[in-house]
């Protein structure tokens, strides 16, 4: 496992106290968690951003976003998000579904 140092202001620090008393685990624990929480979130942002602006397809969000093509039309229902399908994206999804 790697190590890395990082520097936080003393409110988080405490905030980070506080979450890991809660969740009964140590800091580093808890910091663990929270990174990897933060970056799956970070990548669904992401995703998001360029499905809404055109500039990615349901099967180039969904790979941006580390999941399913399933699992991201669920997000995208979650987050009534428009569809910006072009009939050229149907067919590259339809192909990718069989593929699984």
């Known amino acids: 496992m790697t190590s890395i140092s990082a520097r936080i202001p003393d409110e988080d620090e405490e905030e ?11 800091r580093s624990s808890t910091i663990r968690k929270a990174l990897r929480e933060g970056l799956e979130e970070l990548r669904v942002r992401l995703a998001i951003e ?16 580390g999941v399913s093509i399933a699992e ?18 149907i067919e590259s999804d339809a192909d990718s579904a069989l593929e699984i």
């Open 50 to 65: 360029q499905y809404q602006s055109g500039n990615v397809s349901v099967n180039e969000a969904a790979r941006i976003a």
């Open 16 to 26: 980070l106290r506080k979450v890991a008393e809660l969740l009964d685990e140590d």
């Open 72 to 89: 991201w039309l669920e997000i995208a229902r979650e987050r009534n998000l428009t569809t910006q399908l072009q009939p050229e994206d």
